[in-house]
């Protein structure tokens, strides 16, 4: 059921990604953030908590607050994991948690209208492995010894993973 919900919503975006990209300024009623603005909006939320925390560790430093200062240092070891997750985040992250979030009617239209080609492509890819589709293995392999052979003739042989 939860794959079928994913699927349908996956076709939606996708069609309407190639429909919206010929409707240039058309009308959005409530905004939804496209994948690179969401993205960067979680960047600078940590970013902005690592830099309150580095302040306080400071005024702790400075009190002589050396219990709340260790603690301190730990959040912000946190802090630093949960920048380096937000870096890593993909297209497929922002439609599990992002844009499943959203309640608007037409929030994957919305949504599709934003996505570049590169991010269909990887939600693309990760609706795939979610159906369990293998990705092609390409396996470059020569021809013949080098002295019988036209120099630079390679053979492409594409082999589907196991």
């Known amino acids: 059921m939860?794959?079928?919900k994913f699927f349908?919503?996956?076709?939606?975006?996708?069609?309407?990604?190639?429909v919206s990209r010929g409707e240039p300024n058309s009308v959005i009623s409530a905004s939804i953030k496209g994948f690179q603005e969401w993205k960067t909006?979680?960047?600078?939320?940590?970013f902005l908590q690592a830099h309150s925390?580095?302040?306080q560790i400071n005024r702790a430093y400075l009190d002589g607050n050396f219990r709340l200062k260790e603690s301190l240092e730990r959040q912000l070891?946190?802090?630093k994991w949960n920048g380096e997750v937000a870096r890593d985040l993909t297209v497929a992250d922002y439609f599990s948690l992002y844009l499943s979030q959203q309640t608007q009617a037409d929030r994957f239209q919305q949504a599709a209208a934003k996505l570049s080609a590169q991010e269909i492509a990887e939600l693309m890819e990760a609706y795939s492995a979610l159906l369990g589709i293998k990705k092609p293995e390409v396996q470059l392999t020569q021809v013949a010894p080098a002295e019988?052979?036209?120099s630079g003739a390679v053979q492409?042989?594409?082999?589907?993973?196991?």
């Open 53 to 55: 925390v580095r302040n």
């Open 8 to 18: 349908i919503s996956f076709l939606f975006i996708l069609f309407t990604s190639i």
């Open 148 to 150: 019988q052979r036209k």
């Open 41 to 46: 909006e979680k960047m600078q939320a940590v």
């Open 156 to 162: 492409i042989q594409a082999a589907q993973q196991k």
């Open 77 to 79: 070891h946190q802090l």
């Open 2 to 4: 939860k794959s079928n």
